[in-house]
């Protein structure tokens, strides 16, 4: 099922209601890519684990959003701040896209507005690290103003081969 041009699309700050279908959405991604740094199943995340993350946003100054089209869930991203006084002022992005919404510029939009508000809230750098073989995230990334800052050789095992990553980096 594709997005539709007349879809409903909203991007909100993930709160306690959304962790459930967050972890159903997360879980959908991760099966059907091996370009994320988990295996299917192998986060054990439970609902209320999650719905606690996702209300700690103002202590812990992590970004997660999520994107709904016609209110279902079908992105989300997330920004974690390092903790150390040196680093606080870098987040480490983190974005998904249902597989059957992928490929319709909803990466995009969540992309943009998420780099928007890393913006307003004084965060300086945003990092990431991406399997070289992805190829909608490394355009994605690109388009999106981050730079090639590094190569982490053999750095993803994806199913028994050794993956290359980029190490990629943005200045906000
Ligand atoms: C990577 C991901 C977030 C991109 O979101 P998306 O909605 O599918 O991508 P978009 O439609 O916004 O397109 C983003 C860019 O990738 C390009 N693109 C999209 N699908 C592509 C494909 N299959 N191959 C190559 N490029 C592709 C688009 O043309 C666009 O580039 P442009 O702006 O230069 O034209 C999404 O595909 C996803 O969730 N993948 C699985 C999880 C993942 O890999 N996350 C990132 C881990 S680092």
Redesign the pocket.
Known sequence: MKPRANNHICIRRASAVNAEAFLELFEA?TSA?D??GFEPAERSTTVKAQAEIFERQNVSKDIHLIMLADGKSVGFVSILRQIRRKSCHIGTL????HPQY???????QLCEAVINLARKEGLIKLE?T?VIA????V??YL?KGFRVEGLRRASMNCGGRFLDEYHMGLLL
């Open positions: 991604v890519t370009f994320l983190v974005i998904g896209i992928q490929g319709a510029r909803l990466g995009s990431l991406v992805n190829a909608s995230a355009r994605l388009s």
